[in-house]
């Protein structure tokens, strides 16, 4: 399997990020593991660990952002990312907070985002950390129960409805949607039209619709056409009167 390097630290990059450019990345799961509730087929990260493992603290977060930052990076986000789901951090409101509280003393004005699987969103302090990110993006990559298994393969009891039912209170969140094609397939047919009637539901202020880069990581799967991606977005565009960019 052509798996990626995990992240090796709890502050890492800048990278060069398709959707926040340069992105300075803070990793809540350990630094040899992913820890997420989801196992999806497209991860590039390899599969979900299950068993104990160690978070790092507020503090060690706290103080790797501030010796990255008084580097003075030259970055256009702060991204809760890195090895797994951010929000599963038990800490994850008191990380967010303290954030904060670093980025307004050594980097102010730099908008702070957050890459979620929106799994977490039951959770009220994840709720209240949400209010506090500048820039949160949830992932809705299935419209249906079905394909939730298919592809983000949850590693726990989860209910696409619930997912969607959080979404929909949110006051008109951003969704990142990854599409694939072969075996496995979101971007037409049922599946598609699934997806799409949940994007319905819960109105998004911004679409962000992507596939699989290369290498794939299974063969099940393969990357949707960047024309595919690009029709896809303009017909949301036309048909909803939703913002939906192709990446």
């Not at 990076?73 to 409101?93: C, K, M, R, V, W």
């Not at 799994?119 to 949400?130: C, F, N, P, Y």
């Not at 962000?208 to 880069?213: E, V």
Request: aromatic share 6%; hydrophobic share 40%; with cysteine.
């Amino acid at each position: 399997m052509p798996f990626i390097p995990m992240q090796k630290g709890f502050v890492y990059g800048p990278i060069a990020s398709k959707r926040l450019r340069r992105s300075l990345g803070i990793n809540l799961s350990p630094v040899d593991k992913k820890v997420c509730t989801f196992n999806c087929i497209y991860c590039h990260y390899g599969p979900t660990h299950v068993g104990q493992y160690e978070l790092p603290t507020a503090d060690e977060v706290t103080t790797a952002l501030e010796a990255r930052l008084k580097e003075r990076p030259l970055i256009d986000y702060i991204t809760f990312a890195g090895n797994g789901e951010p929000t599963i951090h038990p800490q994850f409101l008191e990380i967010v907070q303290a954030v904060r509280r670093v980025r307004d003393r050594l980097s102010a004005g730099t908008p702070i985002a957050l890459l979620s699987n929106s799994t977490q969103l039951t959770r009220g302090d994840v709720l209240e950390a949400v209010e506090l990110i500048d820039f949160p993006i949830f992932k809705l990559d299935a419209g249906d129960n079905a394909m939730l298994h298919e592809v983000n393969r949850p590693v726990a009891p989860i209910e696409l409805d619930e997912i969607v039912e959080y979404l929909c209170r949110l006051d008109a969140p951003c969704i990142q949607t990854v599409m694939v094609a072969g075996g496995i397939q979101t971007c037409e047919g049922p599946p598609f039209d699934s997806w799409l009637q949940a994007i319905g539901k819960i109105r998004p202020r911004l679409i962000q619709l992507y596939s699989p880069d290369s290498p794939i990581v299974s063969e099940d799967i393969a990357p949707v056409p960047p024309e595919r991606l690009a029709a896809i977005a303009r017909d949301i565009r036309r048909k909803m009167g939703l913002d939906a960019r192709p990446f």
